[in-house]
């Protein structure tokens, strides 16, 4: 190998590198002789068709894997003969030559992976806390639950549809004459004032009465979901089959049957094991977040330039693009396509805190053999998938054929394993609490976080409910 170094500052090495012409020439005759082999052409035995014309056919390409070969071998063998960890790909840049005759000269450059010494994590103390679930909690979200499976009495045909009240009807909707994707539906149930489907819809609902037809003029909003009905004009003709008004949902053994449950007992029982296992989970990110504070005071290392302006820009585009901007000075920096100083400062921050947190990590991975297994992606796949009710397949078939898709799935699961494996490790000092107290600590904690992520705080009544897809007349 014929190079030498061009750079060498902090974490960032650099070299040009001299690939002599009658290496090139001797790879390309050599790919040129393979080719030979195997190509066809009409009036030549395989085998025997004359160099000049394989290279009239394929010169260039030939060229061009033979120069893409010898670049990449130089770039790995100087990289193995350094030592090198790099922390991302080199980057290339290629001289122009005059003729052919010229050798060729090409530099890159590369941004190795900074020393880090870890620290000792089982002499870490992590503040942590347990949460005590108290019966009359259980109860309110029992309540919560018959109040989100409310029932519904049918009407006499002659009573008029008021708000809360559940119309079932059939529905045609069209826009400028025509049918759209979605917008037809035979017996949908739909709860006025419930925010469920467009507002218009479910307001034009009040006042009629089973038997009744009517057209219900309704405008999309500007962020509709689907793309091309986004601020559209539609009609929808209605048809009234039965009104139905709700009434309260007697919580007894009944009830938690109906809820797939033996009786009241077990669905209490059944209610505080899933109301722990939220807890435990919110707690455990409390516990990350107190071990990431630990871990960025603990490690201090030569970071990555290059690193950490790839993901400040990220955080850049991805706030002035935004479709829900946080603040009317969000919105000012949309417009502008410009961030003030004070957003500026902030993510370069962030971007190094990011950067720092996930090469410790990265380290912890590499050093203890951490690992993501193949059932450990097929579990995750499968949970993805199950959001997308009706379309299951069709998203692990996408996943399981697209490498970068699969990669963005396993980044936080690698990400837990190793968190897992450190709060293993260290002293965890658990705190008794109540959830009212819990959960002004965890909002507290988080209320920066919850406002930079446009995420709600955690709140006393939470139901999981399972993703399905929607009809297009949903809001």
Known sequence: MNYKETINKGLKRGYEVIIKSEDFNNGINLKTEEIRKTIKVDGFRPGKVPVSIVQQKH?????????????????????????????????VELKEKKNDAEDTIFTFEVELFPEIELTDFEKLNIDS???????????QRVELIAKN????????????????????????????????????????????????????LENG?????????KEISVKFPDNYQAEDLRGANAVFDCKIKKVGSPEETKIDDAFAKSVGTEDLKDLKAKVKDQMQNEYDDLTKNISKKNL???LEKKHKFEMPEGLIETEFNNLRQGHLT?????????????????LSNGTEKKFK????????????LQEVGRLNNIQVTQDEMNKALYEYAMNFRGQEQKVIEYYKNNQDAMSQLQAPIYENKILDFILNKVKLKLTDIDVDSFIKIYNGGNSEKSKSDNKK???????????????????
């Open 59 to 91: 010169g260039d390409s030939i060229k061009a894997e033979v120069l893409n070969k010898l670049i990449n071998d130089n770039v790995f063998n100087i990289v193995q003969e350094k030592n090198f960890r790099p922390i991302a790909q080199p980057k």
């Open 129 to 139: 806390y347990k949460v005590k679930i108290k019966d009359k909690e259980v109860d």
């Open 149 to 200: 499976q409310k029932s519904f009495k049918d009407q006499p045909d002659d009573y008029k549809a008021k708000k809360g009240d559940s119309v079932l009807l059939d529905y045609e909707g069209t826009i400028d004459g025509k049918n759209f994707d979605g917008g037809k539906a035979e017996e949908q149930a739909i709860v006025i004032g419930s925010g469920q489907y467009l507002k218009d």
């Open 205 to 213: 609902l009040i006042g009629l009465k089973a038997g009744d037809k």
């Open 292 to 294: 990431f504070d630990i």
């Open 322 to 338: 935004s479709q829900n901007p946080a603040s009317d000075d969000h919105k000012k920096e949309i417009k502008d396509q410009k």
């Open 349 to 360: 921050n962030e971007a190094i805190k990011r950067i720092q947190l996930g090469l410790v």
């Open 457 to 475: 705080p955690v709140k006393k009544k939470t139901v999981k409910k399972n993703a399905s897809k929607k009809k297009a007349v949903k809001k």
